[in-house]
């Protein structure tokens, strides 16, 4: 059966092998998730609200992804579990990467999980259960979730040196704005950097893919990613500087 399937899709055996391990557990994570929506009763959802001006093309995207989060929300999912399957989807990628060393699949995967891990916020909002937790906790497993992205690829490749940049850059880019927050009220979308996580997601599964073709394409792909991680470290920190500096002016003025 396996080398009807392997000749079906026209593969080699380890991209054959990755293909079936990757749909049987998440499909196996999907029947949990309804086995749980099944045996725990429904809560009340507050209505669903957002803004009231939007073009067609926002409206019709709109309709579609709560639709798709209503669909999922009827088996009675919590926005947290969404958060939490996505962590073992990026995890359960990385670990094939480890035993079949594909970076096309490894690249088309990592965006497949990245893209259902966005579904926790769309189920927030359309279920009204939005909550300060929730969102904490969807940005303490997007850490989680680029570490161990980048230490599967730095045991593979063995670019440990432009993986320890890419991951420090990160890390920081994410950090100089947290940490701003501490000081004074932010606005969480009004940090248009180059290179903030979906941005880095999409280049790194840009440069796994094309590096199955092009020897040099994912190397060069890191190293440019660390280099941009980086300066848009730099640049919230010369934002946060703008925003900091003065409020303590406002500080030192009023003592």
């Not at 099944?38 to 709560?66: C, D, F, H, I, N």
């Not at 990385?94 to 995967?109: K, N, S």
């Not at 730095?154 to 501490?182: C, D, E």
């Not at 599964?205 to 092009?214: D, F, H």
Request: proline fraction near 5%.
């Amino acid at each position: 059966m396996f080398e009807a399937f392997r000749t079906f899709i026209r593969a080699d055996a380890a991209t054959a092998g990755f293909i079936l391990v990757y749909a049987g557990v998440l499909i196996a994570l999907l029947a949990l998730s309804l086995v749980y929506g099944l045996a725990v009763p429904k809560r009340e959802r507050k209505p669903a609200s957002g803004p009231a001006t939007l073009s067609p093309m926002q409206r019709r995207a709109r309709a579609a992804a709560y639709g798709f989060a209503h669909g999922v929300a009827s088996l009675n999912v919590t926005p947290n579990q969404i958060t939490v399957i996505g962590l073992l989807l990026v995890m359960l990628n990385c670990g094939l990467y480890l035993v079949y060393r594909d970076p096309f699949m490894f690249g088309t995967g990592l965006i497949a999980a990245y893209l259902f891990d966005t579904l926790d916020g769309v189920m927030a909002r359309a279920q009204g259960t939005s909550s300060r937790f929730g969102g904490y906790l969807d940005a303490v497993i997007d850490r989680y979730q680029e570490v161990v992205t980048y230490l599967a690829i730095g045991w593979v490749t063995g670019l440990w040196l432009p993986v320890f940049l890419l991951t420090t850059g990160s890390m920081l880019t994410s950090y100089n704005k947290a940490r701003t927050a501490i000081e004074i009220p932010i606005d969480n979308k009004g940090w248009p950097d180059l290179l903030a996580k979906p941005t880095r997601t999409f280049f790194l599964g840009v440069a796994l893919i094309g590096g199955n073709s092009v020897p040099w394409f994912l190397p060069g792909g890191l190293w440019v990613l660390a280099a941009l991680t980086h300066l848009t470290a730099l640049h919230r920190f010369g934002r946060a500087y703008l925003m900091l500096r003065p409020q303590g002016r406002q500080q030192d003025t009023a003592g």
